[in-house]
């Protein structure tokens, strides 16, 4: 079955970095369009970023772009989200998703 494990997620100051990793397994994952989603408390689950293993091809969430990168290595069937600049209102717990599979999450604090 789909297997999708976050890892990354932490404490960081305004203005710092983070690297999200998802590592997947169960299904073609050359063949993937695989996203990452954020949830705040108190708010609706929103989409950050996608990109589909087979191209590279990503797209971004406006709230995100030019601070956030999706990018992927296919040899260990592992997507990233390198997350710089970060600001206070960054803070979610990110999921891995792809299809109607979920990771269990992976908090992020952005935070003096």
């Known amino acids: 079955q789909v297997q999708l494990v976050e890892s990354g997620g932490g404490l960081v100051q305004p203005g710092g970095s983070l690297r999200l990793s998802c590592a997947a397994s169960g299904f073609t994952f050359s063949r993937s369009a695989m996203s990452w989603y954020r949830q705040a408390p108190g708010k609706e689950r929103e989409l950050v970023a996608t990109?589909?293993?087979?191209?590279?091809?990503?797209k971004v969430s406006d709230s995100v772009k030019g601070r956030f990168t999706i990018t992927k290595d296919n040899t260990k069937n592992t997507i990233y989200l390198q997350m710089n600049s970060l600001k206070p209102e960054d803070t979610a717990v990110y999921y891995c998703n792809i299809d109607t599979d979920w990771g269990q999450g992976t908090q992020v604090t952005v935070s003096s």
């Open positions: 990109i589909i293993t087979a191209g590279g091809s990503t």
